[in-house]
């Protein structure tokens, strides 16, 4: 059972406009969330969290906000680069599953210029 | 900032060899680390979480005598795959926790390829 969905597998924007990468839970014990991005062959590197007592973190042109009652969260990026361009996956922790980072299966994501 | 170095980057055997996937924490002490596999287009699944000087805890449908995991030290952990087969093939992934609530730091990865 996938308890953290990424539903796009990849997105493409153009450089300068906002990125807009999604995510869904199911499990409504998680308490922590995490954004991490990725380049082929390499692990992944920790871009922006937000804990469940906030609905929105920011940091420079990466936002995170985070929807409860949706399970749902969303990261913003703005404006996009075409470095930006990499795999997105987010994370999930809290309950049964505290101190441990739940995935989602990515999205792909193409800033181009 | 921390670092967390894994050898091999990738690695090719033959059916039924055994590999060994080393991850390193460089400049800090890591009491618990974590392995994760990835295969191609899906998420990274937590395998499972090892804590320096104890027993490894394996995540439900993980083969323990098949990945074994050794954390000896403060700042090394290995993989084992035994037996290895095709199926297995696959990256793998480790973490180190810096100590700090939810602070991971994922080594480059192993791209397995078996033969």
């Known amino acids: 059972d996938q308890q953290v969905k990424q539903n796009s597998p990849s997105l493409s924007v153009q450089e300068g406009r906002i990125s807009i990468l999604n995510c869904d839970y199911t499990?409504?014990?998680?308490?922590?969330f995490l954004w991490y991005k990725k380049y082929p062959a390499e692990g992944p590197t920790f871009l922006i969290s937000i804990s469940s007592i906030k609905d929105k973190n920011e940091d420079g042109r990466f936002t995170v906000f985070l929807n409860k009652s949706a399970k749902h969260l969303s990261l913003h990026i703005v404006p996009s680069q075409p470095g930006d361009s990499a795999v997105y996956f987010c994370?999930?922790?809290?309950?049964?599953?505290?101190?441990?980072?739940?995935f989602g299966q990515g999205t792909t994501l193409q800033v181009k210029p | 900032g921390a670092v967390v170095s894994q050898h091999p980057s990738w690695v090719i055997c033959k059916s039924g060899t055994s590999v060994k996937i080393e991850c390193r924490s460089l400049d800090f002490q890591a009491t618990t680390m974590f392995w994760y596999r990835q295969f191609p287009k899906q998420s990274l699944m937590l395998m499972a979480t090892s804590n320096e000087g104890s027993k490894a805890t394996y995540e439900q449908g993980v083969e323990k005598d098949k990945f074994l995991i050794n954390h000896a030290s403060l700042t090394l952990s290995t993989l084992t795959v035994t037996s290895a087969h095709p199926e297995d093939s696959s990256f793998y992934i480790c973490?180190?926790?810096?100590?700090?609530?939810?602070?991971?730091?994922f080594g480059s990865g192993t791209r397995l390829t078996v033969v």
């Open positions: 994370a999930a922790s809290g309950g049964s599953n505290t101190g441990k980072l739940i």
């Open positions: 973490s180190a926790s810096t100590g700090h609530l939810y602070g991971y730091t």
């Open positions: 499990n409504s014990m998680f308490d922590y």
